[in-house]
Structure formats: C-alpha cells, structure tokens
C-alpha cells in the first residue's frame, strides 16, 4: 500500500518537473521571438514592458527548476527507502532462515540419534514409558516390593557353601584345628 501512493507520488512529480521543463522550453523560444524576431519588425525598447517580461521569465525559470529539483530529491529519498527496506528485509529473512535451518537441524540430529539407537518413534515413547513406569515408586509401593522378596528368602532352604580354600588361622597350631574339626 506505501509503494503504491510513493509511486503515485513520484508520478505526478515527474509529470511536473517534465512539464516545467517543457515550459521552460517554450519560454527561451518565446524568448528568442522578441529579442530577434520582433526588433526586425520595428518593437522598440521600452522600460514598461521589459520589467514585466523579465520577471515573468525569472519567475517561470525558478519555478520550473524547483519543480526538476524538488522530482529529483524525491526520487533520490524514494531510492534511498527502497534500499533501506530491502536489506532490512533480507535480514528479517535471513533471520528467519536461520531458525529454519536452526530447527531442521535439531529435527534431523533427534530422528538420527533414533535411528541410532535403531528405535522408531513409537519405541522412543515406549522407552520413555519405561522410563516413567522405573522411576522410584512412592514408600507404600516400595514395602510392597520387598514383602515377596522376603518370603522368596524365606521359602528358600539355606545351605553352607564350602570354600575350596582352606582359611589360614594366625597364631593357632595345626594340631589344635585338627582336634577341633575332628570333634
């Protein structure tokens, strides 16, 4: 919607300044009319229509470069935005571009880390079930835990295991070990 009334404006400046121009071309010829034409034909000069005349043409002359200048500084400040506008957008989209990349690139390195571990999404959730399900359990399901522990214990008949190695007794003769396993 800007560009459209920036350009509609710059349009009608460059009409004026085009048509000043033109005026402004018009008047040197009207110009060279009077000063070669119309002194062959008998004009006479005279102070009350040379005062007039000259500024007539002074002022057409200045306003019709006011009007060039004032179409060219608007294009040049037009040019000028335009060039702000667009690397500020190539920045918003370089930015944006980056995110992009940015998320793809996480997106990617967390499906590569699955085929990794050679897990589909649907084994990651149940890994993460697992997870969730192996946490530690509050205290009145923890006791509960231990009480088949206990009984397995119980049911259990123990038995003494023999070492192959005999234990070495400091300070005690062989003699009495042997009076002693021997009873």
Do not use: C
Not at 121 to 130: C, F, H, I, L, V
């Amino acid at each position: 919607m800007k560009s459209v009334a920036d350009g509609a404006v710059s349009l009608v400046l460059v009409l004026v300044a085009a048509f000043s121009l033109f005026s402004m071309i018009g008047l040197l010829q009207v110009d060279r009319i009077v000063h070669h034409d119309l002194y062959r034909y008998g004009l006479q000069f005279n102070y009350s229509w040379a005062i007039p005349y000259w500024t007539i043409i002074n002022v057409v002359f200045a306003m019709g470069w006011f009007n060039i200048i004032t179409a060219i500084a608007f294009q040049l400040y037009l040019v000028r935005q335009r060039r702000k506008e667009t690397k500020s957008l190539k920045t918003e989209v370089e930015e944006v571009q980056k995110e992009v990349i940015e998320s793809e690139i996480q997106s990617t390195e967390k499906v590569e880390e699955q085929k990794e571990k050679g897990s589909s999404p649907s084994e990651a959730r149940e890994d993460e079930q697992k997870e969730i399900q192996n946490q530690p359990k509050q205290p009145e399901q923890v006791e509960e835990r231990k009480e088949p522990e206990t009984e397995q214990k119980e049911t259990k008949p123990e038995t003494k295991e023999k070492s192959e190695e005999t234990p070495i007794i400091i300070g005690v003769s062989e003699e009495e070990i042997q009076s002693v396993i021997g009873n």
